[in-house]
């Protein structure tokens, strides 16, 4: 086993959150080599999108879709529901429950993408947060046409998101 090289997310209260709450978001920056295009391609394509997260099925337009996990470790159906969509810029979906945002920023050569988990119980930050680092790391996989992560990897990364 190694431990990933990827940035780990950041845990940050969310401002819409009172003071004490235990509710907390998840941020990761990614600044992918590719045009914003194709990461747009490969975060909203059936095929493409399926390759490393999951496939959906049902007509984005409609608002929902059905979405399976394609991970071998993971091959749960949720129902997402699309609440921003502005191609090809960012998006933001409920997925069973779980608010996430995505945007993409073209600069100079690269492609930034803002991955933004919210409202995330604390308590689940340690099972959450190396989760999306990992499924980040795979969407890099993806574009790059390199072998994918091994989520074994990825399990010493809990006490760095708590």
Avoid: K
């Amino acid at each position: 086993m190694s431990t990933p090289t990827s940035a780990t997310g950041e845990v940050i209260p969310e401002p819409d959150c009172p003071d004490d709450s235990s509710l907390v978001r998840l941020v990761y920056h990614r600044d992918l080599t590719f045009p914003a295009e194709q990461v747009w391609a490969a975060l909203t394509e059936p095929a493409e999108l399926g390759s490393w997260y999951g496939e959906y099925v049902g007509d984005p337009a409609s608002g929902r879709v059905q979405l399976t996990m394609t991970d071998e470790l993971d091959t749960a159906t949720t129902e997402v529901r699309i609440l921003r969509c502005t191609p090809p810029s960012g998006y933001t979906v409920d997925q069973d429950g779980w608010l996430l945002d995505i945007a993409l920023h073209p600069r100079e050569g690269v492609t930034v993408l803002d991955f933004t988990h919210h409202h995330v119980p604390r308590s689940a930050v340690g099972e959450i947060g190396p989760g999306w680092q990992y499924y980040l790391d795979r969407l890099t996989a993806a574009l790059s046409g390199i072998p994918f992560p091994h989520w074994d990897d990825y399990l010493s990364l809990v006490d760095e998101y708590r």
